[in-house]
């Protein structure tokens, strides 16, 4: 009786482990808090891993961040995802737009926050295609 009181003492306490770990990692900071440069992201002056945010008014930027460099950005618009960034080199990546009921509005790649390529726009049940 007492070895699986203490096997499943055990199990509670590894698992409440991995949970404060999990949580532990998932850092969130103010985007104020972060230093860009050179599109490198750093946190006292070390390469920083996790998410930032920025709220301006009913708009929310979450960015994430692996090994000071910029993976994904999600921007919200009074709690509806509106655009999403995926960041393969600096300032170039994959952007899909959405309406507010999550419907993709658009999509296509981006450089220097500019369309780039071929762009999916979406349009009731009809796709049309916009070269940029």
Do not use: P
């Amino acid at each position: 009786m007492n070895i699986l009181k203490v096997e499943e003492l055990r199990s509670i306490i590894i698992s409440l482990f991995l949970f404060i770990f999990i949580i532990g990692c998932n850092e969130t900071v103010l985007k104020s808090e972060l230093v860009i440069i050179n599109c490198n992201f750093f946190l006292d002056d070390q390469l920083y891993s996790g998410k930032y945010k920025l709220q301006k008014g009913d708009r929310l930027t979450i960015g994430v961040v692996k090994k000071g460099v910029l993976k994904k950005e999600d921007f919200f618009l009074n709690n509806n995802l509106i655009m999403r960034k995926k960041i393969s080199n600096c300032d170039e990546g994959y952007q899909t737009n959405f309406k507010e009921n999550g419907e993709i509005i658009s999509e296509g790649f981006f450089l220097s926050n500019k369309r780039t390529g071929l762009w999916k726009n979406y349009l009731k049940d009809s796709v049309y295609f916009v070269k940029y």
